[in-house]
């Protein structure tokens, strides 16, 4: 996947996917928004949903993600400054 990235979709940017001893990271960038901008306990709150819903699904990561496998999100701004970072398990996929 890294060999793709960066991918942008929107004002998104996919930077890295990595997997390594049973957790996947993920980390964005978006691309036109600052920190500053944001109100990162709202965003985190809907951004953490969004991601338990994709990631949980049985047609992609659902079946790993609910037998063990740890996913961790990363969201910087256009800066690079880190929004926020959360992780999925399965306790997220009930």
């Keep these: ?49 969004l991601a338990a819903s994709v990631s949980c699904d049985e047609k992609g990561l659902g079946q790993f993600v609910k037998s063990g496998l740890l996913i961790k999100y990363t969201i910087n701004d256009s800066s690079s400054a880190p929004i926020t970072d959360f992780q999925i398990g399965k306790s997220d996929c009930l």
């Design 1 to 49: 996947m890294n060999a793709q990235s960066p991918k942008t979709v929107d004002d998104t940017r996919l930077d890295s996917v990595i997997y390594q001893d049973g957790i996947m990271r993920i980390s964005y960038t978006l691309t036109k928004t600052s920190k500053d901008e944001i109100d990162s306990d709202a965003f985190t709150k809907d951004k953490k949903a």
